[in-house]
């Protein structure tokens, strides 16, 4: 038992503790109208939020928005927002998002495009109208860290947006930062320091039963 303990402890050292979800939410200037690919938004969007000082990570992504979070006023606005997130386990997963863009948007899942709108975008909180949300349903996924991504454009007075997933078909709940933690990943030397601690384990066990059997 005492070396089943220390063989975990090895393994719990090499990986560390699980990082809470990281939200980063962004916005720059853009005059761009509605595109015609989910690509075109993401590279107008990436363009406008390079230039940009208005990023902030949320720890809660629930009625938020570029007035409340960076000033009233602006307009021709690009919106970007990345969720790092992790799964303990593979399962299926959806996810849903009520935006105010005008000239519609894309959401992205680990670099793929799974949702383009090009209309006007305006969820008025609630998700009835299927045209006016992002929604992307029953995705697959495998154990380890994910990535979501939307991009948006809008020409001003932007409302507030949330944004929402669903684990294997439960209730749809908000992001936040205690929400879906992000697992660490061991660098190369870390795999050989675990490697190494089981190796020391494994050698003070088999001393052990030479020794119960001289």
């Known amino acids: 038992m005492k070396y089943a303990k220390l063989a975990a402890?090895?393994?719990?050292?090499a990986y560390g503790s699980a990082d809470a979800a990281v939200i980063t939410f962004q916005t720059?200037?853009?005059n761009a109208g509605a595109q015609t690919t989910a690509n075109a938004y993401r590279d107008i969007v990436d363009a406008a939020v390079a230039n940009?000082?208005?990023s902030t990570v949320l720890n809660n992504y629930d009625i938020v928005s570029?007035?409340?979070l960076f000033g009233a006023g602006a307009t021709n606005i690009a919106f970007k927002s990345?969720?790092?997130f992790g799964l303990s386990a593979a399962g299926t997963y959806s996810f849903r998002a009520g935006v105010d863009f005008g000239n519609g948007g894309a959401v992205f899942l680990d670099g793929q495009a799974v949702d383009l709108k090009t209309g006007d975008l305006w969820w008025a909180h609630d998700y009835a109208n299927t045209n006016s949300v992002f929604s992307v349903s029953n995705?697959?996924?495998t154990a380890g860290n994910h990535t979501l991504t939307i991009y948006g454009l809008e020409g001003c007075c932007d409302g507030g947006q949330q944004v929402q997933y669903?684990?294997?078909g439960a209730a749809f709940q908000s992001f936040s930062a205690s929400t879906l933690q992000m697992a660490p990943v061991p660098e190369p030397e870390t795999y050989a320091m675990m490697l190494g601690g089981l190796g020391v384990v494994g050698a003070i066990a088999r001393r052990r039963r030479a020794k119960q059997q001289a």
Request: hydrophobic share 40%; aromatic share 0%.
């Open 66 to 68: 570029n007035q409340s």
């Open 52 to 54: 940009s000082s208005h």
């Open 166 to 168: 669903s684990a294997n």
């Open 28 to 30: 720059g200037t853009s």
């Open 139 to 141: 995705k697959a996924l």
């Open 9 to 13: 402890l090895a393994v719990a050292l």
């Open 82 to 84: 990345t969720i790092n």
